[in-house]
């Protein structure tokens, strides 16, 4: 396995794809509200990217023989896991939605996601929601020179052991001129095991858990994941660098 390591100057255009990830989803997170679309977030973000002189990375995007990916977000409700495409589906008071954003900025890929209640919901989903992002945060904790990537890995699963489903056959990945690359990152594993973190590796982190079981399904638009039993599922995600002086986020306004 190799993985790229980043120079400074490519760090900083890192950063800056990070910022602007970071700005649209701020756009998008005041925008969601019972009532909107997926075309309308879709909309708001292709126009936020644009105006911010950088690119969707989604758009067109199909690995693997599958339809090209019209959307600039994944917009990904209740019981739908990740990948959904952006339609006519209207978000309701209680769901919870999944949004992920792909930005490509002078060639630079950050990728980022959040999940996000529709006005009120309940506290189960309040709960697997506060639980999947604090597996996030201890996943970027773990994200540090000298540690191995099952450390990362073993972080984010211990965050759900025995309370939630780990969804097994999705998870983070390095991220750079490409968004999906070298190394994959489950979000289970054992501490001390795998890959050796250094400074200069930019890893996507995005833990995904369930209230139900851990098994999943493509629908038939050849993209939208979603659990098997029908149960409600979170994902949360970031873009970090390791450097010599910790973890950074880049997928952040400041
Ligand atoms: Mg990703």
Redesign the pocket.
Known sequence: MSVELKSAAELELMRQSGRINAQVRALLMEAIRPGVDGFELDRLAKAAIAERGAEPTFVGYAPGGKPPYPGAICYSVNEELVHGIPGERVLQEGDIVSV?L?VTYRGYVS?A?FTAAVGTTVAEADALMDATRRALWAGIEAARVGNRLGDVSSAIGAVAEGKYGIVRGYG??G?GRK??MEPHIPNHGRPGTGLRLMAGMVL?L?PMFSIGGAETEETDDHWTVVMSDGSLSAHF?ETVAITENGPEVLTRTD
Request: aromatic letters at 0%; charged letters at 35%; zero cysteines.
């Open positions: 992920d792909g990728d996601a983070g990945h991220v968004m999906h996507a995005e995600e």
